[in-house]
């Protein structure tokens, strides 16, 4: 069934209870298109949502022009795809990707966090905090998209904006979390309204007197030089990239560059790379994730169901890893932050293997994930002796 093409008003309408259904369902993604069945991603698993009626190409296409002029951004004309973040009447705010498939526009929306948490409520350790409080740098946060990489970011800047005097320029696309000057002076920045490019907008940043730069991701050359060069300069940057561990991090942000430039700028990462955070979100299918009750809108708890948690990897620039990077040793990090642990890091396998031996995670899904199977099992055990230990101390069997 296919509903006909409605007024503005009415379609405004349409456009709020699809976000007010997207957060009374807590679904993190919303997807629809003409004439398909609307799709909600409820706790990672994705979702027709069959009892809605379908949506005309009409409707989208008039929802798709008002999120743009939401956005300050001109209605997409011709081939390609607009993002964008808007605020629902709920106080919800959701980014959003228009784009075209098969000649008819399509959209996904993402719902953002609308609160700023905390590390250990983000399942990350709170040494991270430490970042903070750093005077230059490079700081990376790395992953899949949907890793959460934006919220672990935001959680950094919050940080940052309530415990230091300084000015913090973001340069975003869109502004997924606002940040309202606390002890800091903030200043957002978005590409497309505020600034041609990632690139042009962190070399003005530079002449603003800012002590720290968040570039919301950097993914062509001259942008990847102007963050390092603002590393270089006194600045702390952060940013993100999508790789799915750091040392495939590192590899990516040169491999950007051509072969004659690869050595040197080996050379420049290597100095000014502080710490390099990779994140994926898995479904916690154990039984302590599987029995963790479900946050709804209003933060109350709500039928027990199937919830996701975060498994990171952690890289800390030590003298030991800047000289990997810069000799080309990179393969060597791993065993570099096996023993890192007293400077904050962990692998992805020690991660793995904490979720798993405290039953958030199935030993199919922590295999699956892991890079050496075997690895992963031998930290495995080595957790679980650990615990038993603890356990016998404090007079419980295990």
């Known amino acids: 069934m296919t509903m006909k093409s409605n007024p503005p008003a009415a379609v405004m309408r349409l456009l709020e209870s699809l976000l007010s259904e997207c957060v009374t369902r807590d ?16 706790h990672g698993v994705l979702e027709p949502q069959n009892e809605r009626p379908r949506i005309g190409a009409d409707q989208v296409k008039a929802i798709a022009d008002h999120l743009a002029q939401l956005s300050h951004r001109p209605p997409l004309t011709g081939p390609g795809s607009l993002d964008g973040a808007i605020g629902s009447a709920s106080g919800a705010r959701f980014r959003y990707n228009i784009y075209r498939r ?3 526009w399509a959209i996904a929306l993402r719902r953002l966090e609308e609160r700023f948490r905390e590390l250990d409520e983000l399942g990350l350790p709170d040494s991270l905090y430490k970042l903070c409080e750093l005077s230059d740098g490079l700081v990376v946060v790395a992953g899949p998209t949907g890793s959460g990489k934006s919220t672990t970011l935001a959680t950094l800047l919050n940080r940052i904006n309530h415990t230091r005097r300084c000015h913090l320029v973001t340069i975003e696309d869109p502004i997924e979390y606002l940040h309202t000057s606390a002890l800091a002076l903030v200043n957002q920045r978005q590409v497309g309204s505020d600034t041609e490019h990632f690139h042009e907008a962190v070399v003005a940043a530079m002449r603003q007197d800012p002590d720290v730069i968040l570039v ?7 942008t990847i030089r102007s963050a390092i060069t603002a590393a270089e300069t006194g600045h702390l940057v952060f940013t993100t990239v999508h790789a799915s561990d750091c040392v495939g991090a590192i590899e990516r942000l040169i491999a950007v560059f051509p072969a004659e430039e690869q050595t040197g700028i080996r050379r420049q990462l290597a100095m000014v790379l502080r ?13 302590a994730g599987a029995a963790a009750p479900a946050r709804t809108a209003a933060g109350r708890n709500a039928t027990p169901r199937r919830s996701r948690v975060v498994t990171s990897e952690i890289l800390t620039s030590t003298p030991a890893v800047a000289n990997l990077i810069a000799t080309e040793k990179s393969a060597q ?9 007293a400077q904050g890091m962990q692998t992805l396998e020690q991660d793995l293997a904490r979720l798993l031996v405290a039953g958030y995670l199935s030993e199919t899904t922590a295999m699956g994930m892991a890079r050496s199977p075997n690895i992963l ?7 679980q002796r650990v615990r038993g230990v603890v ?5 419980v069997r295990s």
């Open 27 to 42: 679904a993190s993604d919303l997807h629809f298109a003409p004439d398909q069945p609307v799709y909600l991603r409820v």
């Open 102 to 104: 098969q000649g008819q």
């Open 216 to 222: 919301g991701e950097i993914r062509d050359l001259a």
């Open 275 to 287: 710490a390099i955070i990779t994140q994926h979100l898995l479904v916690a299918d154990g039984p």
């Open 333 to 341: 990090i791993y065993s570099t932050m096996e023993s890192g642990t």
């Open 377 to 383: 099992r031998e930290r495995v055990g080595r957790q």
């Open 391 to 395: 356990n016998r101390t404090n007079g």
